[in-house]
């Protein structure tokens, strides 16, 4: 596990999604971005502080919404972002 990976337990959930988020610290975990080809994963860096309801949406869960891929992905980038500047300002990634 990486200190990227670390660093996302306990935090905020950074997903927020309306109607799925539990922003519960304790469920939080690091969820990497799809796309970096067949059974693999994204770099650590590529991921987001999600809480354990919307990890599970990203992985899935967003078609029982009516979501598209595209809208899922957007999402998901901007969490990315925020949690890139958490990492950023707690001092776990430095630019």
Known sequence: MSKYTRSCRNQPCLVR???VCINNPATTVGAHLNGA???L???DIHLADACSSCHEWLDG???R??????????WHLQAILRTQTRMVED???VI
């Open 91 to 93: 001092g776990t990634l």
């Open 41 to 43: 994963k994204a770099l």
């Open 37 to 39: 080809g067949l059974a």
């Open 65 to 74: 919404y009516g979501v598209s891929r595209a809208v899922r992905d957007l």
């Open 61 to 63: 869960g967003y078609v």
């Open 17 to 19: 999604i309306p109607e």
